[in-house]
């Protein structure tokens, strides 16, 4: 099974982690962790990175009222992030949204370095994330399962990576919470859990999508394209010269 997904969705599997025994399951092949040094990490401490392997699919400014546009529909970083007085925060701020495919890599990561502070565990659909849910599911990021990991630093302020489920399984796992599946509602971390940045901070079992928020003045606007990414690479912010 695993050797006919790899070969319909063109797995790169030179940069999976070598193991000595096949795959338990097909969601340990699709949690796969990758070699060690295969994803070098932007080491500008005032950088914000990718949290995640796949496609910047869209990526701008958040307004002054908590809104944004996404694949022309508008949305609000309420919404996403499950909290409206949390949602302020990023007024004014920027977004970027990162879309795994099949073939990518299902881990994700830390963007920046910093602690993990709040877990917020939302209840929703199981809406395909491509380019057809998109089309045909009005609000479909703020309408499927969603976790939210909240991260605050001394530089960037806080930062904030919800990880959207979508069709099949839906299911999502995190760093800071012991539990085969994130339970609904607020967890906070206490004491908060320190993570570099590039470090893993959860898993997708089968999915999806992960959108970050930034706070207005912590970078200047994104210097990336949307376009194929690496987790560990840029999106922007740090020595722009």
Sequence with gaps: MVKLYARAYRVDM??????????????????????????????????????????????????DGGRLTIKGQPYRVEDLV?????????????????????????????????????????PGELFPVNAIGERHVPGLFARNRRVAIVIDTERQGRVTVVMVGAMIVGRITVSAVDARDVPLGLHTISP??????????????????????????????WSRAPGPILYGEPLGGGDQR
Excluded at 33 to 53: F, H, N, Q, Y
Excluded at 98 to 120: E, F, K, M, N, T
Excluded at 203 to 219: C, D, P, Q
């Design 14 to 63: 030179d940069a999976a982690e070598v193991l000595t025994s096949p795959y338990e399951s097909f969601d340990a092949f699709f949690t796969r962790k990758l070699r060690e040094g295969m994803r070098p990490v932007c080491s500008d401490p005032g950088a914000i990175t990718s949290p995640a392997d796949g496609r910047v699919e869209a990526l701008g400014p958040v307004t």
């Design 82 to 122: 499950g909290d409206p007085a949390e949602a302020t925060r990023y007024d004014g701020g920027q977004f970027a949204i990162v879309y795994l495919s099949p073939r990518d890599y299902h881990r994700v990561h830390s963007p920046v370095a910093g602690q993990v502070s709040l877990i917020r565990s939302m």
């Design 192 to 221: 908060a859990l320190p993570v570099a940045a590039g470090e893993e901070i959860g898993k997708f079992h089968l999915g999806s999508t992960a959108v970050m928020f930034v706070e207005r003045g912590v970078a200047p606007p």
